[in-house]
């Protein structure tokens, strides 16, 4: 089990820094946003909105790349009942944004079996997710 742990923390982050190379390359002056869908248990929504407010907001707080962030709940349509949505200046941003969050991390639980603990948390809420990245286009909204 712990392998299997192992492996898949290393594709995620062989993904990630894929990823980071790919967008960064991409130099439009909109925003970008991250989308993420999170399908949590009905029961458990109450819970892991007071996890996120005292434990992931204030990390969320301190990372200034991180120019806003919403969080939406479910009121109709697919599976996905919860979309954390943060914003960042460009993919620049969004790349540094990911490493200034792993600082914070470290610095938020320095001891790495709370760390470890806190991500157990965080996961025992999902019950699955996916992302995606999205760029706004200023001239086209409603005001």
């Not at 712990?2 to 923390?9: D, E, M, S």
């Not at 982050?13 to 970008?32: E, G, P, R, W």
Request: proline share 3%.
């Amino acid at each position: 089990m712990k392998a299997k742990i192992i492996n898949t923390t290393l594709v995620i982050i062989l993904i990630l820094l894929a990823s980071a190379n790919i967008y960064s390359q991409d130099k439009s002056t909109n925003h970008v946003f991250e989308m993420t869908f999170i399908s949590i248990g009905y029961d458990q929504i109450s819970d892991f909105m007071d996890m996120y407010e005292k434990e992931l907001k204030p990390m969320d707080m301190q990372n200034e790349y991180v120019l806003s962030t919403k969080i939406f709940r479910h009121l109709n349509g697919p599976s996905w009942n919860v979309c954390l949505v943060s914003e960042y200046k460009d993919m620049d941003a969004w790349v540094a944004a990911d490493k200034k969050f792993d600082d914070i991390v470290a610095a938020s639980y320095p001891d790495k079996s709370k760390r470890e603990e806190m991500f157990k948390k965080w996961g025992s809420f999902l019950r699955g997710h996916t992302d995606a990245l999205v760029r706004d286009y200023p001239n086209l909204e409603k005001k």
